[in-house]
């Protein structure tokens, strides 16, 4: 690995002897800061180890989906050689795995523009060894994308790395400075169009996809629907609009989530808005729910809940909700009403999958789906079920 402290460094970045694109630090911050997507810009995504898994979930994420980078390939050596589309959902993508960086580097054609630490662990820091493979694809000219809580702007190696090396670190869940950060102020109440929150039993479940899925369904039907990212996956992805919730003071949380609603609504006129979840309402560990419900004040929420899951991700000693205790504590909590639930089909198969659906509709009253497995008219029936006033928007829009 290059020393970043080397005096031979200038230029490093292009001893590979490959082409590829450098963007100014400048324009780059720019787009970062407003939310706008970065176009045409290749990258690699590293998951050591949790490709697949619920701690690979940022990776996983932009394999199925991203506004803002093409995604060359994915790295974790425990999968090398497998197609990533497959491993996730059996569908070929042509995103192969590989073992490391040099066999990324060795086989692609063109160095990529961005490096994407594509986990989130539950510390939200870098190991050892994950700080040295950054430096190592920086001194091959390849800008980094940090989803972490740890910023690493400001830390003085990689730093001293970004002015060595000529690349931009973008630390996407470093909120704006506090002087800027923005209380509750009541103005959620100016928006007309419906709000639907996707929210879980747990985290890393698979609010952020169904929400995604949901978005783009509504969309194909003719209804004009908007997404607020609340995580730094769907930053990631190139949501317009949101925040990474977990990482704001929670005085400003709830207000951070409805200025993000609000500005969406002003500037889109949207049909209908749907908030990514974090986390679970029920959670011990996690807060973000409760800002997500006081700031966006939903009109519905959408569970998403993972019926094979016994205990919840990264806490074995703490056993799942049920959906009806996760929708009881939701309702009491809010003014709100939950409108569907969505299944995440980890270790079931797809006749478990069909007699969950069937199962919960029945016990719970109210339509089930599986966003992935299922079609996403699915999804749209269970949105105009619940509000009915969007059937019109839909005929409209498609002419």
Do not use: W
């Amino acid at each position: 690995m290059t020393d970043i402290l080397d005096p031979k460094i200038d230029n490093a970045h292009k001893q590979d002897g490959k082409p590829h694109s450098q963007p100014t630090t400048n324009s780059i911050v720019q787009l970062a800061e407003h939310g706008l997507p970065i176009t045409s810009k290749t990258a690699i995504v590293y998951c050591e180890g949790n490709f697949g898994a619920l701690d690979g979930k940022t990776a996983n994420g932009l394999v199925r989906h991203s506004e803002k980078y093409e995604v060359c390939a994915v790295i974790d050596s425990k999968l090398a050689g497998q197609d990533s589309g497959m491993v996730l959902d059996g569908i070929a993508n042509s995103i192969q795995i590989h073992s490391n960086l040099a066999t990324v580097l060795d086989h692609l054609e063109h160095t990529p523009d961005f490096f994407i630490f594509g986990m989130a662990p539950a510390s939200g820091m870098l190991s050892t060894h994950e700080r040295g493979l950054i430096i190592e694809a920086m001194s091959h000219g390849m800008n980094i994308v940090n989803g972490l809580h740890e910023f690493l702007n400001e830390d003085p190696v990689f730093a001293a790395a970004c002015l060595a090396y000529e690349v931009t670190i973008l630390d996407v869940r470093k909120p704006r400075a506090k002087k800027d950060l923005r209380m509750f102020s009541g103005r959620i109440k100016e928006v007309t169009c419906p709000v639907i929150a996707v929210l879980g039993t747990d985290g890393a479940i698979g609010k952020r996809t169904t929400s995604t899925i949901l978005t783009d369904a509504l969309k194909a039907y003719g209804i004009k629907a908007t997404m607020i990212g609340t995580g730094q996956t769907g930053l990631i992805q190139g949501a317009r609009y949101g925040i990474a919730i977990d990482a704001i003071p929670a005085q400003f949380c709830s207000g951070e989530m409805e200025s993000a609603i609000v500005e969406a609504f002003e500037q889109e006129n949207p049909d209908v808005i749907i908030v990514e979840g974090q986390g679970a309402l029920s959670h011990p560990a996690y807060l973000t729910s409760a800002f997500i419900l006081r700031g966006s004040q939903p009109d519905g929420v959408i569970l998403q809940h993972a019926p094979k899951r016994t205990h919840l991700g990264d806490f074995p000693d703490t056993e799942m909700p049920t959906p009806e205790s996760e929708i009881n504590l939701i309702e009491t909590f809010a003014d709100t009403k939950v409108i569907g639930l969505t299944i995440n089909h980890e270790n079931m198969s797809d006749d478990e999958v069909s007699s969950a659906i069937k199962t919960y509709t029945h016990l719970l009253g109210i339509p089930a789906t599986d966003a992935l497995t299922r079609p996403t008219a699915h999804l749209v029936d269970m949105v105009l079920a619940a509000f009915p006033q969007l059937a019109p928007k839909r005929v409209a829009n498609s002419h």
